[in-house]
């Protein structure tokens, strides 16, 4: 039985027997002027009144709870925290000024105490949102003004990056340290490719899922999963864009097109494709090395063979070495969009 069933037949107890109390009130006046008895009248009122509760039940149950919940993930949880810590302390205010204002002539005496927790709780609340920055800082908690966010060294994990799956290697290696987030909307964008009907891209979700749970059972590596949402925003990117803004904190992304918009809006950004062709192996023209041709290349003649970290080099004239490992002297290496390319030629002592 789900929860809403259960709220709702609970509220529709609850209206039963107000109406069964409502009944018994006003059965014996009905039952003066009326002829039949006021048993029925009163079993009349409770079947309506608990009629009118089950009617009304979800929208005192299930629709402000959703309400609740869907603005609870869009609140940051930095605002959150702070929310209600200054609410306890406008709280511990009030109950302080109780005595006092309770002793108050009137009817002065019996709500003031009331409205003072109303009021302090909201002004408290509503001061450490507002100036939860220096107030951090004044405690120690925030170093030259950077947030909370920014202090842990938290980014924020995209769909590719995830699907990419080298991002846990790169965490173990300890290039990434600190807490990585992954949006709940990122997950639920997991659920819908991994359940795609088209085999690749089912295949690519299910990848960046088994991904993401073997990150979270290494201690290790530290994931959390967080809960806010931006309900006027319907991309996913600028979800991820608005999140990285609220935490103050970086994007972890191989998209090119989340890289260039993150840019734009002032949001750092860590490309991953940045960072495998910063680590390539650094090869100059004039070197000599030993490369296994395994294919032809698109042009007569050539031969394509590749190094251990996946860079490709073209050999001319090596179509004939397929399946042989010749010495070949670099020529030119050309960086491009899409990474590097290296082109070389047979040396000549390994020259048919």
């Not at 490369?291 to 251990?308: M, T």
């Amino acid at each position: 039985m789900s929860v809403h069933i259960i709220l709702r037949l609970l509220v529709t107890l609850f209206f039963a027997l107000v109406g069964w109390g409502l009944g018994k009130t006003l059965s014996p006046w009905i039952a003066v002027r009326l002829p039949t008895g006021g048993a029925y009248y009163r079993g009349a009122i409770t079947m309506t009144v608990a009629f009118i509760g089950l009617i009304i039940a979800p929208y005192i149950t299930v629709v402000p709870y959703g309400g609740l919940r869907r603005r609870l993930r869009q609140v940051a949880a930095r605002d959150l925290v702070m929310g209600i810590a200054g609410c306890l302390v406008g709280l511990i205010i009030a109950a302080l000024l109780a005595l006092p204002l309770s002793m108050l002539p009137g009817i002065w005496g019996q709500i003031s105490p009331f409205l003072a927790a109303l009021l302090l709780g909201y002004v408290g609340a509503m001061t450490l949102i507002m100036r939860d920055t220096d107030i951090l800082n004044m405690l120690g908690l925030v170093v030259g003004g950077d947030s909370v966010a920014r202090r842990r060294d938290v980014v924020v994990l995209d769909t590719s990056v995830i699907i990419d799956g080298r991002i846990a290697d790169i965490c173990r290696a300890g290039f990434i340290r600190g807490t990585m987030i992954v949006p709940r909307f990122v997950l639920d964008e997991l659920h819908h490719i991994a359940d795609s009907p088209d085999v690749l891209r089912r295949n690519r979700g299910r990848r960046g899922l088994d991904v993401l749970n073997a990150m979270r059972k290494e201690e290790n590596l530290p994931l959390e999963i967080s809960e806010i949402d931006f309900s006027d925003i319907r991309e996913v990117d600028g979800k991820l864009i608005k999140l990285a803004q609220e935490f103050d904190c970086p994007v972890l992304t191989n998209d090119y097109n989340l890289n260039q918009v993150a840019e734009l809006q002032g949001v750092p950004v860590l490309n991953i494709n940045e960072l495998a062709n910063a680590v390539k192996v650094v090869v100059l023209p004039g070197e000599s090395l030993s490369l296994e041709i395994i294919q032809e290349g698109k042009e007569a003649g050539q031969g394509v063979g590749y190094l251990d970290d996946g860079t490709m080099v073209v050999v001319e004239d090596g179509r004939r070495y397929i399946n042989d490992a010749p010495d070949v002297v670099v020529t030119r290496v050309l960086q491009t969009a899409a990474g590097r390319m290296i082109f070389a030629q047979i040396q000549g002592n390994h020259r048919r």
